[in-house]
């Protein structure tokens, strides 16, 4: 690491100097000490210290998330991992203490209107105990937040109500296997026949693909451009085929 206002020639300055301006004596020592810190999963928990520096408000949270991943995900994360098992049950359990909807504002469509702090701090929490899973619900959320901030009326009334209690599931459509960190050149195309638009195209690694009853599909819809991409509301009930092998 280089402190460009310092160097002179080929004079380098210490990273860990450059750290302890950045960070201070105190957060330093801290560092270090986790830095040391040996992780035995499964056996039991390890901390972070997560709730450092957090409103009372964050840490509460931290509390809830962590106590749900330590009684309802760690005892069985292994045997799903070994599995390949998409634990529904469990996951609709999140709902119950309001992880279903963390970014929907509207409490009477069943979210919870928290802040992107409090979903970091409710996803680091659960990803103590089990990663896969975690990574779905942020996955389930993200998605919830997109009808929130972007759906009609009538779309938001339909949807929300059983994305935040978890009765539907929901997914994020736009890796293809042409087009992964490319998005702009996927492939899936939507083509308007009278009331309606037909999909055409092929999504992969979608998490909770094959369980999922809402698919938020991104498809082309003008141009080879990435403004010529929408985003389509797809359910479960229509043409839809996933491939059985979990990825």
């Given at each position: ?36 810190t040996k992780l035995r ?35 069985h994360a292994p045997e ?168």
């Open positions: 690491i280089r402190d460009r206002r310092r160097v002179r020639g080929s004079h380098k300055v210490s990273s860990m100097s450059i750290l302890v301006k950045l960070l201070g004596k105190r957060a330093l020592q801290r560092t270090k000490h986790l830095s040391k999963y499964p056996k039991r928990l390890i901390t972070f210290e997560a709730d450092f520096g957090l409103p009372s408000a964050q840490k509460e949270i931290y509390k809830v998330a962590y106590n749900f991943a330590k009684e309802k995900l760690l005892p799903w991992d070994q599995k390949a098992h998409f634990p529904v049950d469990v996951i609709k359990e999140a709902a119950s203490i309001g992880f279903g909807g963390i970014y929907v504002k509207d409490t009477d469509l069943g979210g919870t209107g928290m802040t992107r702090l409090d979903a970091a701090v409710i996803f680091e929490a659960l990803s103590t105990a089990c990663v896969s899973t975690t990574a779905y619900l942020s996955i389930h959320n993200m998605c919830a937040g997109m009808i929130d901030t972007y759906g009609t009326k009538e779309q938001k009334e339909q949807f929300l109500p059983k994305i935040c209690e978890m009765e539907y599931f929901s997914s994020y459509c736009l890796t293809e296997p042409n087009s992964g960190s490319d998005a702009a050149a996927l492939r899936t195309k939507a083509v308007k026949r009278g009331d309606h638009y037909y999909l055409t195209g092929e999504k992969s690694f979608i998490s909770g693909g094959g369980s999922s009853d809402i698919y938020l599909v991104m498809a082309r819809t003008g141009d080879d451009s990435p403004s010529g991409i929408s985003c389509f509301i797809a359910v479960s009930y229509t043409h839809l085929r996933a491939h059985e092998t979990p990825e």
